[in-house]
């Protein structure tokens, strides 16, 4: 022999290159030749010197099966071409859009041009679609038909009756490929259920390589879920002349337990329970129900197409604790004091997002949210506002984002209406009862109402840059005090009150016309300075920097008398100890008059100060 190729061919395993048994029988008109076990490599490296059919030395040729053959029967009748073979542990490469994989256990028949196996695997294999999937499927299991039909220049290949469990999933379907010299077709129908994308990437169980290159990385971006069930239909010209946008697909799926981003930075969706479509190059999905941070989102709609952003739409549902969760994993929202605040009721919405895949830094969000809250507390503050509605927008391009709306709610009989707008200011408004201020001091409406009486309007600003402040004023108009002079007024007399409080140094400073005046500041060490001036004091500029509470009185006349006349409903009834009960601030009290009056007689000057520490019934 001329070459000894024949002799170690290429890809051979443990079994023997060369059948050790061989049977031939001849009858007029046919012939036919049988052999023991021998390796498929030997075949396909023998193929152009055997006397082979053409419908087999092509698939050798093609394909370079590995393997062993079994059995094998060759041979004619009456001129047409018959070969039956046996295989264990096949493997075979991918061919055109043909898959490629192994090993597997198959039966072949071909006669003249045409061919069939059906294989089995025996255990774990692989079937591997390399224009498509990106990686081979891992399969612990797989059975079908393939058969095949050369026509001259043309091959046709058609996969049937195909089963396979990958990597837990259950798969069917078919193919089917014709290819020519210049150009081709190929088709994939297959259904599967119970795919698993939450422990295994999506781009696993996806044709990611049938997608264009933003939708492909799209789906790469902590998307998953579970598929119960799924399918894909798939079309596409295969030859010079053909292109990706020649492709024709639909892929459906219906998703539970899922999981995919709402833009970046942002909590992403989990539990969704929807279907998804691709179908002609758009990307579309219906989104039943899903959460994030338990806010709950239903009727959700998903669409994609080539050079288009990426459009997310929904409603929205959530109770007030979920939706602090949420706001609080925000973007520029972790330092809500989420434990200081409880709400009670439920905020309806809707959420719209448009975000261009080649450039997410130009995504445009819309939330919009409807709340109807019962009540709204917040720790640090003896304040709970009652029946809180109206509307709110969150407004995001790029990274710029503001929050929009008004709010009306109810505090004491009172009401508030709040106004947010774009450069972070918040613009109150509102009307309030006397005994309801007297209330944040522990007072008694009731007895409070019999010092100071009436309702007023007033107004005010949040502002919500790097240092957020709150200002609020009022005339006080509609307010009567029964207080002795100089606090005694009239419900039409004018009385400018104004607050500042700023949140970061801790600092609040509130004025009552020429009356009264009062500064607050929280100390490094978290103690509490305060400094509260009446009459002609109040002039006092300076910020407190000690512990503890300051009271300096100057005024024209005391008459203690009435004072006590005044007092006395509040302190027979203990609301002033009730107020003041468990408190060991130190409190240091000046008081100066020019005139100490009794039964209309000045007995002159009056000057007393003291100072009471430690803890006071």
């Given at each position: ?406 709010l009306s709610s109810q505090w004491q009989g009172g009401d508030i209406r709040a106004e947010l707008m774009a450069d972070q200011r918040v613009a109150l408004q509102g009307s309030v009862e006397s005994s309801a201020l007297w209330s944040l001091a522990g007072l008694p409406a009731e007895q409070a109402r019999q010092m100071m009486s009436g309702r007023t309007q007033w ?159």
């Amino acid at each position: 022999a001329e070459t000894v190729e024949w002799a170690q061919p290429e890809g051979v395993g443990d079994g023997p290159a060369l059948p050790h048994h061989w049977y031939l029988s001849h009858q007029p008109g046919q012939w036919e030749l049988r052999t023991s076990a021998f390796e498929l490599a030997s075949l396909a490296a023998w193929r152009e010197y055997a006397l082979l059919p053409e419908s087999l030395t092509r698939v050798l040729q093609t394909l370079s099966p590995r393997g062993q053959v079994q059995g094998l029967s060759l041979g004619q009748r009456e001129g047409r071409w018959g070969v039956d073979a046996a295989l264990t542990n096949v493997a075979v490469l991918p061919w055109q859009q043909a898959p490629g994989g192994g090993p597997l256990d198959a039966w072949v028949q071909a006669r003249d041009l045409r061919g069939r196996v059906t294989f089995n695997s025996a255990g774990d294999s692989t079937l591997y679609f390399p224009e498509l999937f990106d990686v081979p499927m891992q399969l612990s299991h797989a059975e079908g038909v393939v058969e095949w039909v050369y026509d001259g220049p043309n091959t046709m290949i058609s996969g049937r009756d195909l089963n396979v469990d990958w990597d837990g999933a259950q798969v069917s379907g078919g193919f089917g490929l014709i290819a020519g010299q210049q150009s081709g077709q190929f088709g994939l129908d297959i259904a599967f259920a119970d795919v698993d994308a939450i422990s295994r990437p999506l781009s696993q169980w996806l044709p990611m390589k049938a997608f264009e290159p933003k939708l492909r990385e799209w789906l790469e971006n902590d998307i998953g879920g579970l598929v119960p069930q799924g399918s894909l239909k798939l079309s596409q010209p295969l030859g010079p002349a053909a292109s990706s946008d020649q492709l024709s697909a639909t892929l459906a799926l219906e998703v539970t337990q899922g999981h995919l981003p709402i833009a970046p930075e942002w909590p992403r969706l989990e539990d969704v329970e929807g279907r998804l479509l691709w179908q002609g190059g758009v990307l579309q999905a219906q989104v039943e129900h899903a959460q994030s941070h338990g806010v709950e989102v239903s009727q959700g709609t998903i669409r994609m197409e080539k050079e288009q952003p990426l459009q997310l739409s929904g409603s929205l549902q959530s109770d007030g604790a979920s939706l602090l969760n949420f706001v609080q994993a925000m973007p520029d929202m972790d330092t809500l004091p989420r434990s200081d605040i409880t709400v009670d009721g439920i905020i309806e919405g809707d959420i719209a997002l448009v975000l261009p895949l080649d450039n997410e830094e130009a995504l445009q969000l819309e939330i919009n949210a409807r709340p109807a809250l019962s009540a709204v507390r917040y720790a640090s503050l003896p304040i709970t506002l009652r029946d809180l509605d109206g509307g709110l927008s969150w407004q995001q391009v790029g990274e710029a984002h503001a929050l929009l709306g008004e709010l009306s709610s109810q505090w004491q009989g009172g009401d508030i209406r709040a106004e947010l707008m774009a450069d972070q200011r918040v613009a109150l408004q509102g009307s309030v009862e006397s005994s309801a201020l007297w209330s944040l001091a522990g007072l008694p409406a009731e007895q409070a109402r019999q010092m100071m009486s009436g309702r007023t309007q007033w107004q005010g600003e949040v502002s919500l840059a790097a240092r957020p402040v709150l200002t609020l004023e009022s005339r006080l108009l509609g307010i009567t005090s029964a207080l002795p002079e100089p606090f005694a007024k009239t419900s039409d007399q004018p009385w400018p009150w104004q607050l500042r409080a700023e949140f970061e140094s801790g600092r609040v400073s509130t004025q009552l016309a020429d009356k009264a005046a009062a500064r607050f500041q929280t100390l490094n060490s978290g103690a509490l300075a305060a400094e509260v001036v009446l009459g002609n004091a109040v002039q006092r500029p300076n910020w407190p920097s000690q512990p503890g509470w300051r009271l300096e009185a100057g005024l024209d006349t005391l008459d203690p008398m009435a004072w006590h006349a005044v007092l006395s409903p509040i302190l027979s009834g203990g609301a002033l100890a009730s107020a003041s009960s468990g408190e060991s601030t130190p409190l240091e009290v000046l008081l100066r008059a020019g005139c100490l009056r009794f039964r209309d007689k000045c007995f002159g000057a009056f000057n007393a100060s003291g100072t009471l520490t430690g803890q006071r019934a």
